[in-house]
């Protein structure tokens, strides 16, 4: 992870939550989660007010996973396209779900029996490294 906030801020430019502030908000709680992934929320905040405050901009209505992930996906391409050559590397992986008989709307692996979902993660590598 780059050394200052600023990388919050590059990769979050062009974010509309409707509101200047959710997206201010978006690049703080940005920021203090990428400086420590493996914690969940409430262990990733100093205070009640502050995880309160992640979680009523994750539950906002304007607020959705396409329009976080939105500016993302530009910063990616935009620096992919300033590469010569990129590799995408990628791995399918199952997530079963089938001990969990409570589960409903799953779809099916390799067989009825077996319920789930399929995760194809995807990473942009260049000759000088990740991008």
Known sequence: MQGSSNWALEELKGVDLGDKRLDKRLAEVLIKCGANPSKSIPNTFKSWSETIAAYR?????????????EPHYAATIERIQKEKIVLIAQDTTEIDFSDRK??????????????????????????????
Request: glycine share 12%; hydrophobic share 35%; no cysteine.
């Open 102 to 131: 409570s589960m409903v709307g799953m779809g099916y692996l390799n067989s009825e029996e077996r319920q789930g979902f399929y995760l194809h993660p995807s990473i942009a590598v260049t000759l000088s490294g990740v991008t």
């Open 57 to 69: 901009l994750f539950n906002g209505e304007n607020v959705s996973p396409e329009k976080i992930l």
